[in-house]
């Protein structure tokens, strides 16, 4: 149970909030890459309640600044990018990436007015498709060094996605292990249909995973502190024949990283658009061969409607939802895409859950600690409960292993040890 005040400070990101101040310590994505390109490299964007403009000027240098025009407030987003920099229509004022006014053409020409002008504005880098942006105080801390974000670029593939719904709602299905069991699971015993899901996850077994969730539905979760937030070790024993050992990470304050098969890895950030909204930025990672961006990115653009990268199933359709479909098929009745099956459980507690009347379990572990040390961090932010934030830890060890004892980390630890070392890329696990 979470009081109505505590689900505030869960949910509020805007600029003031406890939790808004949290999120604003960290490099948070902005936008996708790709969202600049073409002839008018602009776009809005609103992160974390803030109304903001992202633009390339002509030398290529990115900047976010405020969507009101420090001059009326008129929506910048129309803006000219011209001169050096972004140029509102109504009156000519010339604002810099970093938010000098460059010019004020209406003004007498020996007026100074434009060097008492700072508008509001952020700093941001690309990194590996998407452009990051830091809306905190003072100086930025470095970059993480996570495996998503220092392999070459030939080897990640980024996208994103817009869920009606609270962050938090969507960060706390990624925490948790225990719903991949019955929200993702297959009727029809299509294995090859489930395993394009989750390729690879119990190699050398002869099991399929369709089977291993039906099986063993109740899995035993741990979770164990990182330096940058905590690791979940969900293992399920198969009959006593095997144990299926799943390593995934919450990576505070609003990111997970979790396995999508031995040589592949997802790190997902969990962004507020608003109190109401949020997009999912996710980095495939490959260990071993370069990804297909083309044909990945083909496979996600089909699903969504663009610029704001809407998913085609959402409340208005009922997320797809086929009776027919659930009693013969899916577990959901809501198609084989797993991204909607997670769009659904963040969406249909409503926009902002009220988590007053909630039951939870110990499979629920995830949760509790996440809530937990994000409620900490809120009462007191400092730099000993912003995990991570000054740490550029490498990793992290996201994989899934296959073990007949009882040494969990050894599997896990000796596989992933073994990708790397065969990686062109990846360095060594320095802090798991």
């Given amino acids: 149970m979470v009081s109505a005040d505590a689900n505030r400070v869960l949910t509020e990101s805007g600029p003031g909030t406890p939790g808004g101040h949290i999120l604003r310590q960290y490099w948070q994505p902005a936008a ?54 972004l140029r509102c229509p ?46 905190g105080e003072g ?24 869920w009606d719904a609270n962050w938090l709602q969507s ?34 077994t002869g099991v399929t995973v369709a089977k291993l969730m039906r099986e063993a539905s109740h899995p035993t979760i741990v979770a164990e502190p990182t330096s940058f937030g905590f690791r979940m070790r969900t293992t399920r024993d198969f009959r006593g024949e095997f144990t299926h050992v799943r390593i995934s990470y919450c990576i505070f304050p609003n990111a997970i990283t979790i396995p999508m098969s031995r040589e592949m890895s997802i790190t997902q950030w969990h962004v507020p658009i608003d109190d109401h909204s949020s997009y999912w930025y996710s980095m495939f990672v490959s260990f071993d061969e370069p990804v297909d961006a083309e044909l990945m990115r083909e496979q996600r653009i089909s699903a969504v409607t663009l610029p ?15 009776p027919e479909e659930q009693r013969t098929q899916t577990f959901t009745g809501m198609g084989s895409d797993i991204n909607v099956h997670d769009q ?78 065969a990686s062109p890329w990846a360095s060594p696990l320095t802090d798991d």
């Fill in 139 to 162: 100086e930025p801390p470095p970059m993480p060094g996570f495996d998503c974000l220092t392999a070459p670029q030939t080897h990640v593939f980024t996208f994103k996605g817009l």
């Fill in 344 to 421: 659904w459980a963040v969406e249909s507690q409503g926009s902002i859950y009220d988590r007053a009347e909630e039951h939870l379990g110990p499979t629920d572990i995830g949760v509790r600690t996440h809530r937990r040390w994000f409620l900490t961090a809120a009462d007191d932010p400092s730099p000993s409960n912003l995990m991570g934030r000054d740490n550029p830890v490498s990793g992290p060890g996201a994989i899934d292993a296959v073990t007949t004892g009882q040494d969990f980390d050894g599997a896990w630890k000796d596989l992933d040890a073994a990708r790397r070392a």
């Fill in 308 to 322: 704001e990268y809407r998913p085609i199933h959402g409340r208005s359709d009922q997320w797809g939802y086929d």
């Fill in 32 to 85: 996708l890459t790709e969202e600049l390109a073409g002839d008018r490299p602009l776009v809005p964007v609103t992160l974390m309640n803030e109304k903001l403009v992202l633009f390339a000027d002509e030398l290529g240098r990115l900047g976010l600044v405020g969507r009101r025009c420090p001059h009326r407030g008129v929506d910048l987003s129309f803006g000219r990018l011209e001169d050096g920099g």
């Fill in 171 to 204: 960060q706390e299905v990624g925490v948790d292990p225990s719903h991949a069991g019955f929200l993702h699971r297959f009727l029809d015993d299509d294995s090859e249909q489930y395993g394009r899901q989750f390729r690879g996850l119990v190699a050398d």
């Fill in 90 to 135: 109504f009156h000519g004022w010339l604002l810099d990436v970093d938010g000098t006014c460059l010019e004020t053409p209406t003004e007498p020409e020996t007026s100074r007015l434009r060097e008492r002008i700072r508008h509001r504005s952020y700093p941001v880098q690309e990194r590996n498709g998407i452009v990051w942006a830091y809306l």
